[in-house]
């Protein structure tokens, strides 16, 4: 099966499923590939500063995700140990949306996805781009469905919207690339004890004051805690992939999500008032090691 659109969009996340519900609304022909099934969650802080709510507004689903949003965000907090110091947080311009608010990506990607559609996007998910060739004006990526069906997609114009955990240069063919990785030759990524290691979990019953927005200062990494909505709280953090080692030696035989869980409640009294009679919702997700910062196409 062969498809000719205007656009093509990798990655059906925040800014690849915004581009294409755009693009869509503007009379483009969009296809738009995701590999992963919604819902689905993903490793996230969550919080929407209140400068970019307009834009959910101006996409059609301002209504929507202010539904399912946390409580307005007015205040930040730096937790270090068991000490706190917190501050206002500055209201924005837009009398409409003063306050951030945080969402969780099972709902913001979902709604962006199904507005995309709703506006004309021609929605490929799941599958997955198995190669991705050709230059500006000339494109074509192969997908592959999971029950092994194949397609091809031809469009002048490509957005490689899979972010930094997947990105690739828009030339490579990830099949040759595979095979290479998985053959003998292959070159192992280098590790650094300074990588950066990213988890995230979802708590219910959680005990955090409506509004507040916790950063927290951790020996070997960061994080941040923020309610999703009722008494759901997201807890996400950062950690150096050295630290992580002594994290795991402090706790053998226990998977890395929760080693890293105990590391949070001993080094934060905040987390530790959190999550007190609070109840995990699912496993850790973890990724990594992450890129941040420009990187060339």
């Not at 294409?20 to 996230?44: D, H, I, N, Q, Y």
């Not at 990506?105 to 997955?128: C, F, N, V």
């Not at 030759?185 to 590790?191: N, V």
Request: hydrophobic share 45%; charged share 25%; with cysteine.
């Amino acid at each position: 099966m062969t498809t000719a659109h205007d656009v093509i969009v990798l990655g059906a996340g925040v800014a690849g499923a915004a581009a294409a519900a755009w693009l869509a609304g503007a009379g483009w022909s969009v296809a738009l590939v995701e590999r992963r099934a919604f819902p689905r969650r993903k490793v996230c802080g969550e919080c929407v500063a209140a400068p970019n709510l307009p834009l959910l507004d101006a996409l059609g689903i301002g209504a929507a995700a202010a539904a399912l949003a946390g409580p307005p965000l007015r205040r930040v907090a730096l937790d270090a140990g068991d000490e706190r110091i917190e501050a206002d947080l500055p209201r924005a311009a837009d009398p409409r949306h003063p306050w951030g608010r945080a969402l969780a990506r099972e709902h913001l990607d979902r709604l962006l996805a199904d507005r995309a559609a709703e506006l004309g996007a021609i929605r490929w998910q799941p599958w997955t781009a198995t190669a991705v060739r050709g230059r500006p004006g000339a494109y074509a990526v192969t997908l592959r469905s999971l029950n092994g069906e194949r397609a091809l997609l031809r469009a002048p114009v490509l957005i490689d919207a899979r972010g930094s955990a997947e990105c690739r240069p828009c030339r490579d063919d990830l099949e040759t690339l595979a095979t290479a990785r998985s053959g003998a030759a292959a070159s192992t990524p280098r590790r650094s004890a300074g990588d950066l290691l990213a988890f995230k979990a979802t708590f219910r019953g959680a005990c955090l004051e409506p509004g507040v927005l916790p950063v927290l200062a951790l020996p070997g990494g960061y994080g941040g805690m923020v309610l999703v909505g009722g008494d759901t709280l997201t807890l996400a953090c950062c950690i150096r992939r050295d630290a992580l080692a002594r994290v795991r030696a402090a706790s053998p035989g226990r998977a890395a999500g929760d080693a890293v869980e105990r590391w949070l409640a001993r080094c934060s009294a905040g987390v530790r008032h959190a999550l007190d009679g609070a109840e995990r919702d699912g496993r850790w997700l973890a990724t990594g090691p992450l890129g941040p910062g420009l990187h060339a196409a």
